[in-house]
């Protein structure tokens, strides 16, 4: 699965994995969101998420700044990063529309509650 949406992002030269990356440190908002924090929201291990930041940062969609006070560090979309995402909006929904259709509107409206408590299930087990 991961390839369909990695093929459609290809085109705007980032992968699924990066744009989630990005969506969940625009969710946070601007005061950006913690390393910490956002590798529990993504239900990733804190290694490979901080290995998935590099390309990020290379291509200057993200800062990573340490926090004023303590050793957190939290990462802050970009002006770059911001027009990434807005590239990326298109090719991801076409990939998506083709999944969906593929597999099924009814059967992915009964499938997303799943995912999304699968999801929190892996949040929960990192606790």
């Known amino acids: 699965m991961s390839r369909i949406y990695d093929d459609a992002l ?11 990356i990005l969506r969940a440190i625009d969710k946070a908002g601007d005061d950006g969101a913690s390393l910490s924090r956002l590798a529990e929201g993504l239900v990733m291990e804190k290694t490979s998420l901080y290995r998935g930041l590099g390309p990020l940062i290379r291509a200057d969609w ?20 911001r027009l990434a995402m807005d590239r990326a909006a298109e090719p991801w929904e076409r990939a998506q529309s083709r999944v969906v259709k593929a597999f099924g ?23």
């Open 62 to 81: 993200i800062e990573v700044a340490t926090a004023a006070k303590g050793r957190a560090k939290f990462a802050r979309l970009t002006r770059l990063g």
């Open 105 to 127: 509107p009814a059967r992915w409206a009964a499938l997303e509650p799943d995912i999304a408590a699968l999801a929190e299930t892996g949040v929960r087990l990192q606790a």
């Open 10 to 20: 290809a085109s705007v030269g980032m992968t699924a994995t990066q744009l989630a």
